[in-house]
């Protein structure tokens, strides 16, 4: 099987910053992309950040220029640095991969959630 844990949550002043972590692990063959997705109380879950095995990235527009997500592929692990944390921030933020598992002899591309973080931004 396979696992997405996130660490990193917590209680913020508005304009604080914080970094959430997501480590990927078990048996998993490769990684296309992992990204940050978050939901507010009563919103739907939206993006927040993704970056592929190439490097790209994509962000949400509520957090341009203020968050950055990057990747330590030797560790399977993606980070969310969120600076200029805005009350709006407050959210559970999950992790989220594309990836591919080897069954047998055939590759199988699948998508995984973690089970999420919580992000509370309050003065």
């Known amino acids: 099987q396979v696992q997405l844990v996130e660490s990193g949550g917590g209680l913020v002043q508005p304009g604080g910053s914080l970094r959430l972590s997501c480590a990927a692990s078990g048996s998993i063959f490769s990684i296309y992309a992992m990204g940050w997705y978050r939901q507010a109380p009563g919103k739907q879950r939206e993006l927040v950040a993704r970056?592929?095995?190439?490097?790209?990235?994509n962000y949400g527009d509520s957090v341009k220029g203020r968050f950055t997500i990057s990747r330590d592929s030797a560790k399977n692990t993606v980070y969310l640095q969120m600076n200029s944390l805005k009350p709006e921030d407050t959210a559970v933020y999950y992790c989220n991969s594309d990836l591919a598992r080897k069954l047998g002899d055939e590759t199988h591309a699948m998508n995984y959630w973690g089970k999420g973080t919580l992000v509370t931004v309050s003065s």
């Open positions: 970056i592929t095995d190439g490097g790209s990235t």
